[in-house]
């Protein structure tokens, strides 16, 4: 079983950054893609950001193209999400995921078969 632990969020004012980074415990973390999902009170889970197996392809929401980068270090097993210029609409509980059957990118949640336990993070006006 893989185990995903997030970490580096919290509350920042609006137009600051925040750097969140996912650990991953899986043998083949290094050939499988990787995602960030966040989900706001009420609302459904939406995705951030993916980066294929190897990090040379990526891919991002529109609300946050240009404003978030999300990279992956495959010695160390883990994936950074690198948030800029941050909004109060970013607002959220951040999820980093993995997908076994899946190298290259993909925007969807079902495509991804293991989850981290989310990490708040909160952008006051």
């Known amino acids: 079983q893989v185990q995903l632990v997030e970490s580096g969020g919290g509350l920042v004012q609006a137009g600051g950054s925040l750097r969140l980074s996912c650990a991953s415990s899986?043998?083949?973390?290094?050939?499988?893609?990787m995602g960030w999902f966040r989900q706001a009170p009420g609302k459904e889970r939406d995705f951030v950001a993916t980066?294929?197996?190897?990090?040379?392809?990526?891919d991002y929401a529109e609300s946050v193209k240009g404003r978030f980068t999300i990279s992956r270090d495959n010695a160390k097993n883990t994936v950074t999400l690198q948030m800029n210029s941050l909004k109060p609409e970013d607002t959220a509980v951040y999820y980093c995921a993995e997908s076994r059957r899946f190298a290259g990118i993909t925007r969807q949640a079902p495509d991804y078969d293991y989850w981290g336990q989310g990490t708040q993070v909160t952008v006051s006006s």
């Open positions: 980066i294929n197996w190897s990090g040379g392809n990526t």
């Open positions: 899986g043998r083949a973390f290094s050939t499988d893609a």
